[in-house]
T-cell receptor
Framework: SQKIEQNSEALNIQEGKTATLTCNYTNYSPAYLQWYRQDPGRGPVFLLLIRENEKEKRKERLKVTFDTTLKQSLFHITASQPADSATYLCALPPSGSARQLTFGSGTQLTVLP | DSGVTQTPKHLITATGQRVTLRCSPRSGDLSVYWYQQSLDQGLQFLIQYYNGEERAKGNILERFSAQQFPDLHSELNLSSLELGDSALYFC??????????????FGPGTRLTVL
């Protein structure tokens, strides 16, 4: 069955630096991949979607890449700020006819002032 | 504000009891999803409804059940509650266009505490 792994449970970086989060998947050929942000005690919020035929997608300080050969997506936050501190989840559609997303366990990002 | 509403925000109850969580999806969304998130755990998909019918089931216990009503709001019923059922329960909704890409919009969640 498909499996999603996000690189580490926690990532600490200094304000102003670029944060890079990794999402790897196996046994899977998704048509797209999504990234969500979740703050403590709150519901996830959709950030970006990238399709299998797109190499890169940008939105303000966010950039997502999608390498279907490596079966990996990278999520970058440039010029990071303490307000970017949150848990970031990648999500992929399942194979087959079911349409629910499968979420990774998330990476908790802390941006230190 | 995602447009998805959930009530109540907090619920404290005792073991063995039964509770009902309610969700109203965004206007126009036909799909409703329920998730459970225990402390420091990932999102666990429970069940999906589409336009009143069950579409997909995840790791939902037999003690749990859900339904979606004609006005598209949904209820998640949890019975014979155990301490381990304490968690955040999220509802999400999406348009769910056939053959298209969907994005899920999450509600603020209901925090359930079983004592």
């Amino acid at each position: 069955s498909q499996k999603i792994e996000q690189n580490s449970e926690a990532l600490n970086i200094q304000e102003g630096k670029t944060a890079t989060l990794t999402c790897n998947y196996t046994n899977y050929s998704p048509a797209y991949l999504q990234w969500y942000r979740q703050d403590p005690g709150r519901g996830p919020v959709f950030l970006l979607l990238i399709r299998e035929n797109e190499k890169e997608k940008r939105k303000e300080r966010l950039k997502v890449t999608f390498d279907t050969t490596l079966k990996q997506s990278l999520f970058h936050i440039t010029a990071s700020q303490p307000a970017d501190s949150a848990t970031y989840l990648c999500a992929l559609p399942p194979s087959g006819s079911a349409r629910q997303l499968t979420f990774g366990s998330g990476t908790q990002l802390t941006v230190l002032p | 504000d995602s447009g998805v509403t959930q009530t109540p925000k907090h619920l404290i109850t005792a073991t063995g009891q039964r509770v009902t969580l309610r969700c109203s999806p965004r206007s126009g969304d036909l799909s409703v999803y329920w998730y459970q998130q225990s402390l420091d755990q990932g999102l666990q998909f429970l069940i999906q409804y589409y336009n009143g019918e069950e579409r997909a089931k995840g790791n939902i216990l037999e003690r749990f059940s859900a339904q979606q009503f004609p006005d598209l709001h949904s209820e998640l019923n949890l019975s014979s509650l155990e301490l381990g059922d304490s968690a955040l329960y999220f509802c999400a909704s999406s348009v769910d266009r056939t053959g298209g890409v969907d994005t899920q919009y999450f509600g603020p969640g209901t925090r359930l505490t079983v004592l």
